[in-house]
């Protein structure tokens, strides 16, 4: 069983920055993938961005170019860095990995 705590969302204005944090209850080098989605009020969930074991990351179109996954073995979390917001990134953000475990989610709020 994992358990995944997500923090540093928060109200930011167009063109800024926030770097979300998950932090794993278990060694993430366990984990063969750990992904982040978000969910917009009145939209379908999407995936954003994802790292793998062998640090091999992959992002949504929206993300591309703008966010960077990346993870710090040694505190046992993973990161998004998101740069270059955009209204539309507003949402609960989550990490989720295989298995089903979802943490909490971390508001984001870009206002335009």
């Known amino acids: 069983q994992v358990q995944l705590v997500e923090s540093g969302g928060g109200l930011v204005q167009a063109g800024g920055s926030l770097r979300l944090s998950c932090a794993a209850s278990i060694s993430i080098f366990s984990i063969n993938v750990i992904n982040w989605y978000r969910q917009a009020p009145g939209k379908q969930r999407e995936w954003v961005a994802q790292?793998?074991?062998?640090?091999?990351?992959a992002y949504a179109d929206s993300a591309k170019g703008r966010f960077t996954i990346s993870r710090d073995g040694a505190k046992n979390t993973v990161y998004l860095q998101m740069n270059s917001l955009k209204s539309e990134d507003t949402g609960v953000y989550f990490c989720?990995?295989?298995?089903?475990?979802w943490g909490q989610g971390t508001q984001v709020t870009v206002s335009s």
């Open positions: 790292i793998t074991r062998n640090d091999l990351t």
């Open positions: 989720v990995t295989p298995g089903g475990y």
